[in-house]
């Protein structure tokens, strides 16, 4: 059974609907999974927000989710995390180094575009060899740097939209994009059968 952590910000809105809709799709298609969910600002044990909690509903889920702080007990629970953005990502793996080979933003992880998922790669390695050589007193390399600049510009935006503080129609447009990449997601356990 997979272990899935979705992590945004304050465990309210975004991974808490992530947490929720996985559970249900994945029921629904008859995948095993184990889902939590935590934010990199949350209190422990703040209820859902009121937009997030009528979306669910609408979907038929009536699960009680309230937030959890990220900890280590969680990181170290899970198979997989999925953040919601590319912030969250950073956060992740500033404190937790050694989740590194399976923290990734949702839509990146769900990324089927060889060209894209190269970029990635070579991204990350930059910015892991960029972050050492800071860790150990160096100047990053000027070449290293111009070339992560060059490689953000070209990939596509992983980050899922944040309804915080927003409409009815904003919870419903974030469900909708949360919603797609699940899909491709299950679709991509699916092909791994």
């Known amino acids: 059974m997979r272990r899935i952590l979705f992590v945004c910000t304050g465990n309210t809105c975004r991974s808490p609907m ?3 809709l996985l559970r249900r799709m994945a029921k629904q298609r008859e995948i095993e999974v184990e889902v939590r969910s935590a934010g ?54 500033r404190y937790f180094p050694d989740a590194f080979e399976r923290t990734y933003t949702l839509k990146e992880y769900v990324e089927d575009d060889g060209k894209v998922l ?17 860790a150990l007193g160096e ?33 419903e447009a974030t469900a909708a994009e949360i919603r797609t990449a699940l899909d491709r997601l299950l679709d991509k356990w699916d092909a791994q059968k």
């Open 18 to 20: 992530a947490e929720a």
């Open 40 to 93: 990199v600002s949350a209190s422990l044990g703040v209820p859902i927000s009121r937009h997030a909690e009528a979306v669910l509903r609408d979907h038929s889920i009536g699960d009680r989710i309230t937030s959890s702080p990220l900890d280590r007990r969680l990181v170290e629970w899970a198979d997989l995390i999925l953040t919601l953005t590319g912030a969250h990502k950073s956060h992740v793996l």
């Open 139 to 171: 100047t990053p390399d000027a070449n290293a740097r111009q070339r992560m600049i060059e490689l953000r510009q070209r990939i596509p935006s992983f980050d899922i939209s944040d309804p915080f503080g927003g409409s009815r129609d904003d919870y």
């Open 118 to 134: 190269a970029d990635l790669q070579e991204l990350d390695s930059l910015h892991a060899s960029a972050e050492l050589a800071r």
